[in-house]
């Protein structure tokens, strides 16, 4: 069974950073596209970031383009989000998910970790 567990978040300044971390149990973890999603309070979950093997983003929402970068270290099986210049609209909880890619499947989802912009 595929478990992620997210970590990093915390209460930030705006104009600050966080780096979140997604730490997949995966036996091949090449297989698995690994997703950052957000919920912010009161509104529905939204997808943030994608990350595909080969290091390279597949996908960025707009609104965090040139400010959010998403990577993946392959020997710790771990994506990263690194948060940049964070403003209120960037508060809520954030998950990761991983999909086999060759299998499909439901999504695998973390339990969450609260991010919260605010001075």
């Known amino acids: 069974q595929v478990q992620v567990v997210e970590s990093g978040g915390g209460l930030v300044q705006p104009g600050g950073s966080l780096r979140l971390s997604c730490a997949a149990s995966?036996?091949?973890?090449?297989?698995?596209?690994i997703r950052w999603y957000r919920q912010p309070p009161g509104n529905e979950r939204e997808l943030v970031a994608a990350?595909?093997?080969?290091?390279?983003?597949?996908y960025y929402l707009d609104s965090i383009k040139g400010r959010f970068t998403i990577s993946r270290d392959h020997a710790k099986k771990t994506v990263y989000l690194e948060m940049n210049s964070l403003n209120s609209g960037d508060t809520g909880i954030y998950y990761c998910?991983?999909?086999?890619?060759?299998?499909?499947?439901?999504?695998?989802w973390g339990q969450g970790t609260q991010v919260t912009v605010s001075s």
């Open positions: 990350s595909t093997d080969g290091g390279g983003a597949t």
């Open positions: 998910s991983a999909v086999n890619i060759r299998t499909g499947g439901d999504e695998s």
């Open positions: 995966v036996t091949t973890f090449a297989l698995y596209v």
